[in-house]
């Protein structure tokens, strides 16, 4: 497992190229222009520091693959000069080191590698034209170069450089001009990537490979020493420089606005210097030996030349300020593209693209998939102009928790964030997510609230063959695990959860085909009156016995129906058939049906625009009355957000009774009897369980308390899951008079719950009469 690399700085290896620049310096003023093995090592050490900080760039990942690939390219290079320094020093020593055919082998080499880094570089239209400018551009000075080296420079060789020596120097120098033509065409690009100081810098390259060839060519043994000494510290300290640049760029946080014009004008005019230095050539050369008619024709040629030329800067520089307005449009749209527009983070689009590039490249990669917790429920309650805000603070602490180099946080879409790390290990990943949560569990300060935003942080690991959406999809599946674990904290994906979620999916599937095939049915869970023992309600309660696999509990498909949205039919079902049942045992009955059916609301139903025509029209269809519906919610479905308290409150101003299920379990029941219509209290199966023997002074002291309140404030209490006799003797001396669970009865089919209304009259006349 690989670790995610610190911080990216890159000083060190500057300093280090820089005190070998100094250092080779100080050697010659020393030794007197004389030069050793020793003298050449400062050379060595600069060209390793240079491919290090070149290195580095190329590594991160939240860089775009041209800048990436650039910066290797030119790490590349670097090596090449450091293999080259290395055999200087290892064969030829001091023994004529300016002459060794592996320096300018090595400088060769890295001038090749240097053009193949500036050829990943978008250089804007790619169409058959603009590539045969671009090759024009690049031939002109080529020749232009071959010439004044063939021809001029190489007439001034010592004469104890020889033949290959001259030819290989010519085409480094060569070379060198080639390059500053590649770099003015990167520079010119639109929009283009690499820093225009760092461009610059990597300038000082060629122009030195230009001018060692020059010296190394024309200068005597003494010169020739001190270049030798100066030339690859010069080459390898340009190079480390330019890198740091880059790398201090993209250390900021604001980047600063870079002036375009600066960094075209001066290489848009080398194809023009290349023309008029070969037209002065030309002049020079042809003044030797011709007449004066001879002289005038060739002068005009040039000065036509010259013209065109020119004409062409003046076409060039309209070209430039029409094309700016575009340029800058198409940045910021491409930008746009890459970006989330709120939060100034990558967004999905960009998420995903470094990601695949990362698994293309076989490197490791881990994601964090972040879910702000009830998120919904702000934008209900406060707006949403308010919940984007809160949006915004979340991503400023995600981009300040996030490692620059190697961390890439993201706005995927909505609450939804992410955090791409460079690395596999568990470990770290784990500790990632913990920070992260961390982070987020501070109150945010918006506007004039101070809020609480937590989350829950799915971690998945890019294993070998995963694409970017099997990692995404695994990074989801363990968000909702999170989630269906308590919220606010995290889970790393097993491959087990992908085999629940088919599951869940199968099982969904089946439940629809259940909802169209009529599998689904009602039992019914009896309400007793604790003191005269009647029946007076009754819990409708949903079952599914699958053709193949039997019965299914509700505990496995009910979460299900919730995850899916299959809940708004399935208690669309469960609503009419309640309702469609009381009013028949009404009518075969009579006097001793029960009065009220009690029907369970998920708060996705509660959501739904729908829902309130959808009760009015099962009450109308069945001919029951409001008072004849009992809907019961918890207390999470209360707090879900504004649609829900609404939708509550015109059911109870329809004449629909509203029971609080599970009452006591959640955090801010009390506060909930304030806000929302009320009309039962439903004690939740935890507080009676062991109540009979009193040890747990704790549950009686709850279970009292709610008998207490419903008594205050005129609601009726229900006491849950009374399992034994004393339970209930317990519950009826602590005032309660609803109560339900197995040793009242358990639910019943229709026609045995029917039975036992009929049942329990005889008894309620008997204890009247008595």
């Keep these: 497992m690989s670790r995610p690399p610190g911080r990216v700085s890159g000083l060190v290896p500057l300093a280090v190229a820089v005190a070998s620049l100094i250092a080779s310096a100080l050697w010659l003023v020393v030794h007197e222009g004389d030069i050793s093995a020793s003298g050449l090592l400062p050379g060595v050490l600069a060209c ?206 604001t980047p600063e606005p870079e002036s375009e014009a600066p960094r075209r004008s001066f290489f848009n005019l080398l194809p023009v210097l290349a023309v008029s230095s070969t037209a002065g050539l030309l002049v020079v050369l042809s003044a030797r030996e011709m007449t004066w008619s001879q002289r005038m024709v060739i002068i005009g040629a040039v000065l036509i030349a010259g013209f065109v030329v020119l004409r062409q800067l003046t076409g060039l520089y309209e070209n430039r300020r029409l094309l700016g307005g575009i340029r800058d449009k198409q940045a ?85 964030f992410a955090v791409l790390l460079s690395g596999d290990d568990a470990g770290y990943a784990e500790q990632a997510a913990g920070r992260i949560l961390e982070v987020l569990s501070a109150p945010f300060r918006v506007g004039e609230h101070q809020l609480l935003a937590q989350a829950s942080v799915g971690v998945a690991l890019a294993g070998p063959g995963d694409s970017a959406d099997e990692v995404l999809r695994n990074a989801d599946i363990a968000m909702y695990a999170a989630k269906d674990a308590g919220k606010a904290s995290w889970i790393r994906y097993e491959p087990r959860m992908r085999a629940d979620l088919v599951n869940h999916a199968r099982l969904g599937s089946e439940l629809h085909n259940a909802l169209i095939r009529h599998e689904l049915f009602l039992l019914y869970q009896p309400v007793f009156d604790l003191t005269t023992g009647r029946m007076s309600g009754a819990e409708a309660l949903v079952r599914w016995r699958h053709p193949d696999r039997g019965f299914i509990s509700p505990v496995d498909f009910i979460p299900v129906a919730e995850r899916s949205g299959l809940i708004v039919p399935l208690g669309k079902f469960v609503l009419r058939e309640a309702c469609t049942q009381l009013a028949r045992w009404q009518a075969e009955l009579g006097p001793a049906a029960i009065r009220s059916i009690n029907v369970n609301v998920a708060a996705r139903q509660l959501r739904d625009a729908g829902f309130v025509d959808e009760v009015w029209a099962a009450l109308r269809d069945s001919g029951l009355q409001p008072g004849n519906l009992v809907l019961e919610v918890t207390e999470s479905s209360v707090l879900d957000g504004r649609r829900v308290r609404e939708t509550l409150e015109a059911l109870h101003a329809m004449g629909i009774s509203l029971a609080l299920d599970d009452f006591g379990t959640g955090q801010s029941s009390l506060s909930l009897l ?62 309660y008079r609803l109560g339900q669970g197995f040793h009242l009865a358990r639910p019943l089919p229709p026609d045995e719950a029917a039975a036992l209304m009929v049942a329990t009259v005889p008894a309620l006349d008997q204890a009247t009469l008595t």
């Excluded at 070149?54 to 860089?63: D, E, P």
Aim: overall charge neutral; proline content about 3%.
């Design 332 to 416: 910021e749209l491409e930008h746009l593209a890459m970006h989330d527009s709120l939060t100034g983070l990558a967004n999905r689009a960009r998420f995903g693209q470094i990601l695949a590039e990362r698994l293309e490249a076989h490197l490791p990669a881990a994601v964090l998939l972040i879910d702000v917790d009830d998120f919904k429920t702000v934008n209900d309650s406060m707006g949403h102009a308010l919940g984007d805000q809160l949006l915004y603070e979340v991503a400023q602490r995600l981009r300040h928790s996030s490692r620059a180099a190697t961390d890439l946080p993201a706005r995927l879409g909505g609450d939804e």
């Design 674 to 735: 304030r806000a929302f219509p009320v009309d039962v209290l439903k004690l939740d199966k935890s507080f009676v369980d062991g109540i009979s023997e009193g040890a747990d002074r704790g549950r009686l002291a709850v279970a009292a308390a709610v008998a207490q309140l419903a008594e205050y404030l005129g609601l009726s209490a229900v006491a849950e899951g009374i399992e034994t006799e004393a339970q209930a003797n317990r519950l009826r001396e602590m005032g």
């Design 48 to 253: 390793l520091a240079a491919a290090q900080l070149c290195r580095r760039i190329g590594a991160q990942i939240v860089l775009s693959r041209p800048i990436r690939g650039f910066w290797r390219r030119h790490s590349h290079a670097a090596f090449c000069l450091f293999l080259s320094s290395i055999l200087v020093v290892a064969v030829y020593g001091a023994r004529q080191p300016a002459l060794s055919p592996y320096l300018f082998a090595g400088l060769v080499l890295a001038v090749v590698m240097s053009m193949l880094g500036f050829l990943n570089l978008p250089l804007g239209d790619r169409s058959l034209l603009n590539v045969l400018r671009i090759l024009l551009d690049g031939l002109t000075v080529a020749v232009a170069g071959a010439l004044i080296f063939f021809a001029v420079v190489v007439d001034f060789a010592a004469p104890d450089v020889t033949a290959g020596i001259r030819t290989g120097m010519s085409l480094v120098g060569t070379g060198g001009l080639i390059a500053l033509v590649v770099i003015g065409r990167a520079a010119a690009a639109p929009a283009g990537p690499i820093d225009a100081v760092a461009l610059r810098l990597l300038t000082i390259a060629p122009l030195s490979g230009v001018l060692i060839a020059v010296l190394e060519i024309m200068g005597d043994e003494y010169i020739r020493n001190v270049v030798a000494a100066l030339a690859l510290p010069v080459v390898g300290t340009a190079i480390g420089a330019a890198a740091y640049r880059q790398i201090w760029v993209l250390g900021r946080t």
